[in-house]
């Protein structure tokens, strides 16, 4: 049973690639051995879905395809039922079309029978089955939280469902399953995981669906130390089952604040070995003014250090100042090191006339200078500088082909802030969510000094992704209180919204903590795809829309009256 992929007529016996899950075998109808059967083949079409009786045979000499895994053989057909038939389809179904992505996703089921395109969800359905059974092999146990619940708050908009049998009144779904799964702690579970679909109400940016999936992991009377082994344990054997590979273990691990000073991102991409330097206080007394002014500013100034970068062209280096300004910078510098001793003719660079020998020589010293590199360097508000010389790492990086795509490179981020200052708001903001406990050692300081509070948060990096991200939780209900009273909730709020919480927590609530990884993004590493489309049966566009199904869609009247509400008039 199959599809026709291709039907070819040779001197009065036609032949038939024949496609199903597995690949294709070619089946011969001979007017010799049934002529029925023959007869009715030769009205075969493109997609046709049809079933055939026979026997398999080796194909003569001569007529074998090395390139098929079934090139040795072919079945002589001797029955044929047609079960359907189908008009031309809107695009080839094979492998290596260009065909635009929008009228795939419009008939997604066609494209999904390409063999290059069932991949992907193939893998996903492997890397589920893995997941599974590695957790349920150490005694996780698998269970579900509702979608039509209260808010809980992930930093995004929720989506809402209003209720139809209580005006006035709406549904969350969920951003992520965090407190009911900290609620399955509480009612003593204490291994719990689900590959769970979340909602987020984004504006859209690249490659992010507005529904996706997370396997979501907690745990009771676990530490950060003992999380971590059980997850890495978890992807080695991921990585093994599927890619066949063994990835090393323990995963290194760093502070977000060392990340960032010397990667300028919280998820940089260790395949480039590049750091980034601090430098502001070798230019304290510079006769280069952006610099100065920038130290006089208490800005901060780096430089990252490309080896073998002074190979790139002047027009190359030029552009990167136009790059940087996406990030908010107003300028780039660089100096070409042509000939290190030579501190003139050999440092190249528009502002090497400002810069004093003890400065180029301090600059050596600490970024281990050699003759070829290029030095970079932007001088602004810190947020600034790391954006704009961690993505000039990346782009160079790409560019001089210094990162190497044939590794697994995976990073524990630890030790973020617990708040985030808000200008906007002027207000403090959960860095990870409301319910991350501060480290031990911040317990009885963080409400004084919230911009100094170091969380017991983690992220996991794979190759500059962030795969997934987690906490140990705070599991005092006074702890809790006194964290939302800090981000500005009143103490009616904080009961409105989360009383029931607040409630559990003070019955006993065991020490629990947990994290939670990116399915879709797992299983895109995994089949080595480039966008979250390829690895999500029906995905959505990244405007959020679905071309197959036209979601979302107008809703009629009547739907409107049921959920008590009116289209606003300028709509
Ligand atoms: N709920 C968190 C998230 O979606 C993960 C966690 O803390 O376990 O990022």
């Known amino acids: 049973m199959g599809w026709i992929a291709i039907r070819r007529d040779h001197g009065g016996i036609v032949f038939v690639d024949l496609r199903d899950l597995e690949g294709l075998t070619q089946i011969v109808f001979d007017p010799q051995i049934n002529s029925d059967a023959h007869r009715l083949a030769t009205d075969l079409r493109s997609e046709f879905c049809i079933g055939i009786r026979g026997k398999v045979r080796s194909r003569p000499d001569g007529m074998m395809n090395s390139n098929l895994l079934t090139g040795e053989i072919e079945v002589e057909a001797t029955h044929l039922e047609i079960f359907n038939t189908s008009p031309t389809p809107p695009f080839p179904i094979e492998d290596g079309i260009t065909t635009n992505e929008m009228v795939r996703l419009e008939h997604r089921y066609l494209d999904l029978r390409r063999p290059e395109a069932k991949k992907p969800i193939l893998i996903r359905a492997k890397l589920t089955h893995f997941i599974r059974k590695f957790l349920e092999d150490r005694n996780f146990y698998e269970i579900e939280t509702p979608f039509l619940t209260k808010s809980t708050p992930e930093g995004a908009r929720d989506y809402l469902v209003p209720s139809r049998l209580y005006p006035g009144q709406a549904y969350a779904l969920p951003q992520s399953p965090q407190l009911f799964k900290q609620l399955l702690m509480m009612a003593g579970f204490e291994r719990y995981f689900q590959i769970a679909r979340c909602f987020r109400d984004e504006d859209l940016r690249a490659d992010r669906q507005p529904d996706f999936t997370q396997l979501d992991l907690e745990m009771s009377f676990i530490t950060q130390d003992r999380l971590f082994a059980l997850m890495e344990e978890l992807w080695a054997y991921l990585w093994k089952e599927i890619l066949g590979v063994q990835i090393a273990t323990p995963f290194v691990r760093m502070k977000y604040a060392d990340v960032v000073e010397q990667y300028g991102s919280d998820k940089p991409d260790l395949r480039l070995d590049w750091k980034l330097t601090t430098v502001t206080d070798i230019f304290a007394q510079s006769g280069f003014k952006v610099f100065k002014d920038c130290v006089d500013q208490k800005g901060l100034i780096q430089t990252l250090k490309v080896p073998g970068g002074a190979e790139l062209s002047r027009k190359e280096l030029d552009e990167l100042t136009p790059f940087a300004k996406n990030y908010g910078a107003k300028g780039i510098a660089w100096i070409k090191i042509n000939k290190i001793e030579d501190l003139n003719e050999g440092w190249q660079s528009p502002i090497s006339k400002f810069l004093t020998d003890a400065e180029k020589k301090a600059l050596q010293d600490r970024t281990q200078l050699k003759t070829g590199d290029l030095l970079v360097f932007c001088a602004d508000k810190k947020k600034v500088v790391a954006d704009s010389l961690g993505n000039i790492r990346l782009e160079l990086g790409k560019k001089m082909k210094a990162t190497k795509t044939d590794e697994w490179k995976f990073l524990w981020v630890i030790d973020f802030p617990l708040f985030q200052w808000d200008e906007e708001g002027k207000r403090w903001v959960s860095e990870h969510h ?51 009273e800090l981000l500005k909730l009143s103490a009616e709020e904080a009961r409105e919204k989360f009383g029931f919480l607040l409630d559990a927590l003070s019955y006993g609530a065991p020490p629990h903590g947990g994290v939670a990884f990116g399915v879709d993004r797992i299983a895109m590493v995994l089949s080595k795809g480039e966008s979250l489309r390829e690895v999500i049966a029906f995905p959505k566009t990244q405007r959020g829309q679905c071309p197959l199904t036209k979601a979302p869609s107008m809703i009629d009247a009547e739907q409107w009256k049921d959920l008590h509400l009116k289209l606003s008039p300028q709509v």
């Open 434 to 484: 409301p319910f991350t406990s501060p480290k031990a050692e911040f317990v009885d300081t963080f409400f004084s000094d919230p911009g100094k509070t170091i969380s017991d948060s983690y992220d996991l990096v794979l190759n500059g992704m962030e795969m997934g991200s987690g906490s140990i939780r705070i599991h005092n209900p006074d702890l809790q209180s006194k964290v939302f």
